[in-house]
């Protein structure tokens, strides 16, 4: 099993009421695990965000919290619904309608990694599936959850800030010849998970540094933006997918030559966003 559901770095003084988030960033691949896959220790890595919480990892000091995983993605996704359980994988779970996600093998608990390599080679009991659950997913939903009552409670809103990042390839189909690719992808599920204004400021940071973002395609939100982002309830959330290809080498796993180049250009996007979030309340201490 993986040692924690999850890392939260709080600020020393919160003054914003943005939540930065990183549910696929985790790498604590326990050996009983490796064991059980039939993929190897770089395969089963490969739908993973790596990287992606070092890169948001100067938030707690423009004071907002980060939120990432410690338990990975292959193990149990925390970007999908504790519902979503692939009768192709788990025993005694019964078909119900059509879900894409499932489908494809991309339950809470994944069937298959990038490129659909299958994660294992038979089904896995109901109640394994439910233990990773109860161990990992709802510790990590209710730290989030919390940290988002406790923005709404401070600073009268919340905007959660859903970090990931996204294979090169996934831009071909929506990239245009003659015109620069889009590099960040910001998902609000149309509207529906934040205000636009908000969605406005974020994208207006990424473009001052220099990238090109595109909203919703391919990348509309999934689970998590969907359960939190509630703006008429000045609760909101944004997913932000990031192309691997500008900090790291996709095919190796390895941060490229422009990882810290990279990382000193989001420290900039970042201090932007957490503007966002400034509100007339008093800011209290971290616990």
Not at 40 to 64: I, K, M, T, W
Not at 109 to 125: D, H, T
Request: net charge positive; charged share 25%.
């Amino acid at each position: 099993m993986p040692k924690t559901a999850y890392h939260l770095a709080h600020p020393e003084r919160r003054t914003t009421s943005v939540v930065f988030a990183s549910p696929h960033s985790g790498r604590d691949y326990s050996w009983s695990f490796l064991r059980r896959t039939r993929l190897n220790e770089h395969s089963v890595r490969s739908s993973e965000d790596a990287y992606v919480d070092q890169l948001f990892d100067c938030a707690p000091r423009a004071g907002a919290p980060l939120l990432r995983a410690g338990v990975p993605r292959a193990f149990v996704d925390l970007n999908r619904s504790p519902d979503e359980l692939d009768p192709a994988l788990i025993e005694g779970v019964s078909r119900q309608g059509h879900n894409p996600r499932i489908a494809s093998g991309l339950g809470v608990i994944p069937r298959v990694v990038a490129n659909g390599r299958a994660i294992y080679s038979g089904k896995i009991p109901l109640a394994e599936a439910q233990h990773r659950i109860d161990t990992f997913w709802r510790p990590y939903h209710e730290a989030l959850q919390g940290q988002l009552d406790q923005a709404h409670l401070m600073f009268g809103q919340a905007i959660l800030v859903d970090c990931h990042s996204m294979p090169h390839e996934a831009m071909d189909s929506v990239a245009n010849r003659g015109v620069r690719r889009p590099e960040i992808v910001l998902g609000d599920r149309f509207g529906a998970a934040a205000d636009s204004g908000i969605v406005d400021r974020i994208e207006a940071a990424f473009t001052r540094a220099g990238l090109v973002v595109t909203r919703n395609t391919p990348f509309a939100g999934a689970y998590i933006t969907q359960a939190y982002g509630r703006p008429a309830r000045g609760r909101h959330a944004v997913q932000i997918e990031i192309d691997r290809a500008l900090y790291m080498n996709e095919r190796l796993i390895r941060p490229n030559g422009n990882f810290e180049a990279f990382r000193r250009l989001m420290r900039g996007v970042i201090r932007e966003i957490t503007e966002i979030g400034r509100g007339q309340a008093m800011p209290v201490a971290a616990e």
